[in-house]
């Protein structure tokens, strides 16, 4: 079955910078679009990111345009985030998907990982 591992995750002060990782097995990669999605404590798992198979479209929130970036590696079967400029709203669990639709719906992705913790200090 297919399975999904983040990494990065961790504890970093308002306007520092992390790299998550999201590498994927048991499947064919490029098969997929990927997408980050995060969920606060007490909130929905909002989207945060997207990128089709071939890595030529991207999309994005308004809320992390222009400071994250989603990227990937097929050959690595890895998909990363960058985060610059963190700001403590971006307090999270971050999760990775996989699906065949791409976009912000959650319900296009059928395949997750467990997540990875990221907390900005103020």
């Known amino acids: 079955q297919v399975q999904l591992v983040e990494s990065g995750g961790g504890l970093v002060q308002a306007g520092g910078s992390l790299r998550l990782s999201c590498v994927v097995s048991?499947?064919?990669?490029?098969?997929?679009?990927m997408g980050w999605f995060r969920q606060a404590p007490g909130k929905e798992r909002i989207f945060v990111a997207a990128i089709v198979w071939s890595g030529g479209r991207t999309n994005y929130a308004d809320s992390v345009k222009g400071r994250f970036t989603i990227s990937r590696d097929n050959a690595k079967n890895t998909v990363y985030l960058q985060m610059n400029s963190l700001k403590p709203e971006d307090t999270a669990i971050y999760y990775c998907a996989a699906g065949w639709a791409y976009g912000s719906r959650v319900d296009y992705y059928d395949y997750w990982g467990q997540g990875t913790q990221v907390t900005v200090s103020s």
């Open positions: 048991g499947g064919t990669f490029t098969d997929y679009a």
